[in-house]
């Protein structure tokens, strides 16, 4: 050690981590001129080379000392770790966007190029970093300089070899990325990047650009070869996507540089009419455009009919579009029946399964309820629910929102107002029995195969996510339906939907909770971005004796037993959950006291410390249960040894 005297208090592991945070401490603080302090180059310079590596390794908030240094812009501090500490150029820090607070897995160079620090990325350049090295989504430094638009960057990464055509994960290119300039979109495209390169959702840049509404960008991209035509995933080509962002400046210079026919542009002007109506409320507008769509198909010498033909809808309160000038002045003072006219044009354009459209139907379902025109936004709702139910299955996450949204505004019409309006109002039966059945309905109707997907590998948490919150659903439309069922017929029909749902057995995906299991607990609660969070159908519906009772003379399996082996009886049995008769319920069914969970944790034990309970446990204990619990407790041998139908009996009180 005697080479070392000088730094012999560094070179143990205390001192090591001393010179680490304070080397961590310098870079954070540092300027892009500044310099390490003299002492801590001494310190470091008089450790071996190899433990001077390590401290360089080591980081803070999940950044190393080099990283920090890049993304402060410091080129000196750069080539200082890198030469004579051996600094990692590859080793990945964390980096926030501010634009959209995102966090990011990713090296020196990508951040030095998404801060703009010309100089630290030329010099890691020069000392070998890989100027194609992919972030934790698959971007390379070029593509994110692009998204910043740094083009000093650009030009120097590409001068020096960058992939110009390389995408992210999510085929998203630099030409994709730099829609926002003129400049920079002009740059790629002379040095070779493909102007009709599509990303995962099938858009080019010339989506990106009218989606922006960059007229100098879409008009570059058009001379340069891109093809309007193109048609992303949802079906949407140039005019259709100008049309739904109402990026008008674009549509007429589409409209006056390609031929479109006749029908296509009466059908591009009813689509933007109605986005002008729906996003920005300009009715003159939107009156404007439909009078123009209405003209172009009586210019020829055969009206051309709109197409295909949309069947009434109830839900649309059996409307059908215009046809005449006389049914357009008609409507035209009149903005609901204008609302109404675009969501029948955005079906017919586009189809009912479209991502706009059912965004519409959304939106506008919200806007209803908003007004309090509560039925309207039900049946709207409810359409959407459908539609996105056929189409993606209740593993999507818009499918699983949706279906959140109309049951809590039916918790909430049931909860808040039916005691508080007017007789009228309450006499109208808010939500309708015949709603709530529907939604129950569709959203069982294939839920067995719903379940048998979440089996296939890889396993996909958000998809286990949305299935457990279509199960608190539907616990939730049990209690409903309950509350609405008014007849025998009605209450009967209750009786055999649910009875239908236990017998498949249907069990959470994340934590294999029954519907009991749901059913007995304070945990089980919808929210839903429509509401806000103090609305009132927030507050507590779980534990719920009546869609207990319903479970259970249903078939429910009172001792069925969770992920974590507990049973509905244990759920019930926690202090927070505890209600009196729920319990004695589920003791009168058959519930066991003395079933343990994997913690060993029993419901006798929960309810005898439980100052509140004054259920006589001692008449629910069975001998069969005593001594099973003590073959159990003691590890006494039963397999083989006693009959088989009390194996099982005796496995139900392991932990």
């Known amino acids: 050690m005697g080479k070392y005297t000088r730094s012999s208090g560094d070179n143990n592991p205390r001192g090591l981590e001393t010179v680490s945070n304070d080397l961590l401490q310098e870079c954070k603080v540092c300027t892009e001129h500044s310099r390490l302090s003299k002492g801590l180059r001494e310190r470091l310079e008089g450790l071996p080379r190899q433990i001077r590596k390590e401290i360089v390794k080591r980081t803070r908030d999940g950044c190393s000392a080099l990283f920090i240094a890049c993304r402060r812009g410091n080129v000196e501090i750069t080539e200082y770790l890198i030469t004579v500490c051996d600094a990692n150029s590859e080793q990945k820090g964390l980096y926030e966007v501010s634009e959209d607070r995102s966090v990011h897995c990713v090296t020196p160079l990508w951040c030095a190029c998404v801060s703009g620090k010309l100089s630290v990325v030329k010099s890691l350049v020069r000392l070998g970093s890989n100027i194609n090295a992919l972030s934790d989504t698959g971007s390379t430094p070029l593509r994110s300089a692009c998204f910043m638009t740094h083009i000093?960057?650009?030009q120097y990464l590409v001068e020096n070899g960058a992939d110009i055509r390389k995408p992210n994960y999510n085929g998203g290119t630099c030409l994709i990325n730099s829609v926002q300039s003129v400049q920079l979109c002009s740059y790629l495209i002379s040095k070779g990047a493909d102007v009709n390169a599509r990303d995962i959702q099938d858009k080019t840049a010339l989506h990106y650009a009218i989606q922006e509404h960059r007229l100098e960008t879409a008009q570059l991209l058009l001379e340069h070869g891109a093809d309007p035509f193109a048609k992303s995933r949802y079906g949407d080509d140039a005019l259709q996507t100008a049309c739904l962002k109402g990026a008008h400046q674009i549509f007429d210079y589409l409209k006056n540089r390609i031929n479109y026919s006749s029908e296509r542009l009466a059908d591009a002007h009813e689509l933007i009419g109605s986005t002008f109506i729906d996003d920005h409320n300009e009715t003159r507008v939107a009156i404007l455009h439909w009078r123009l769509a209405h003209h172009i198909r009586l210019r020829d010498t055969t009206y051309i009919q709109k197409r295909p033909e949309v069947a009434p809808r109830p839900a649309y309160g059996n409307c059908v579009e215009f046809s005449t000038i006389a049914e357009l002045d008609n409507i035209a003072a009149d903005v609901d029946a204008m609302r109404i006219q675009s969501l029948l044009i955005y079906e017919r354009i586009l189809g009912i399964d479209h991502k706009d459209t059912l965004f519409r139907l959304m939106f506008r379902g919200a806007s209803y309820a908003d007004s309090l025109r509560f039925q309207r936004c039900i049946d709207l709702w409810l359409l959407a629910l459908q539609v996105r139910v056929q189409k993606y299955s209740i593993l999507y996450s818009d499918t699983c929102l949706t279906a959140q949204a109309i049951v809590r505004l039916m918790l909430d019409l049931l909860d808040k107002y039916v005691d508080v309006m007017s007789n009228e109002f309450v006499e109208q039966g808010m939500?309708?029995?015949?709603?709530?059945?529907?939604?129950?309905?569709?959203?069982?109707?294939?839920?067995?195969?719903?379940?048998?997907?979440?089996?296939?590998?890889?396993?996909?948490?958000k998809q286990q996510e949305n299935f457990d919150r279509i199960l608190k659903c539907l616990t939730h439309l049990m209690y409903l339906l309950l509350s609405t069922a008014k007849t025998d017929a009605e209450r009967e029909l209750v009786n055999a939907a649910v009875r239908t749902l236990v017998r498949n057995n249907i069990r959470s995906a994340i934590t294999n909770d029954t519907l009991l299991h749901l059913s007995v607990s304070r945990l089980n609660v919808?929210?839903?971005?429509?509401?806000?969070?103090?609305?009132?159908?927030?507050?507590?519906?779980?534990p719920n004796l009546n869609v207990v009772k319903l479970l259970l003379e249903a078939g429910a399996h009172v001792n069925a037993k969770n992920e974590s082996k507990s049973t509905p009886l244990l759920v019930a049995s926690m202090p927070y959950n505890y209600e009196r008769e729920l319990v004695y319920t589920l003791l009168e069914y058959g519930a066991h006291l003395d079933q343990p969970n994997r913690?060993?944790?029993?419901?006798?034990?929960?309810?005898?410390?439980?100052?509140?309970?004054?259920?006589?446990?001692?008449?629910?204990?069975?001998?069969?249960?005593?001594?099973?619990?003590?073959?159990?407790?003691?590890?006494?041998?039963?397999?083989?040894?006693?009959?088989?139908?009390?194996?099982?009996?005796?496995?139900?009180?392991?932990?």
């Open 599 to 655: 913690s060993d944790d029993r419901p006798v034990s929960l309810l005898a410390i439980n100052p509140v309970n004054d259920i006589p446990l001692v008449n629910y204990i069975t001998l069969k249960c005593l001594c099973s619990t003590v073959i159990t407790k003691f590890g006494i041998p039963y397999r083989n040894q006693i009959p088989r139908t009390l194996e099982d009996f005796v496995r139900w009180h392991e932990p």
């Open 152 to 154: 000093d960057i650009v």
């Open 431 to 461: 939500p309708r029995f015949e709603d709530v059945y529907t939604v129950f309905q569709v959203l069982t109707a294939n839920i067995n195969e719903a379940r048998q997907l979440l089996n296939i590998r890889p396993v996909h948490r």
């Open 526 to 542: 919808i929210k839903s971005g429509y509401f806000t969070d103090d609305s009132r159908s927030n507050s507590l519906i779980f």
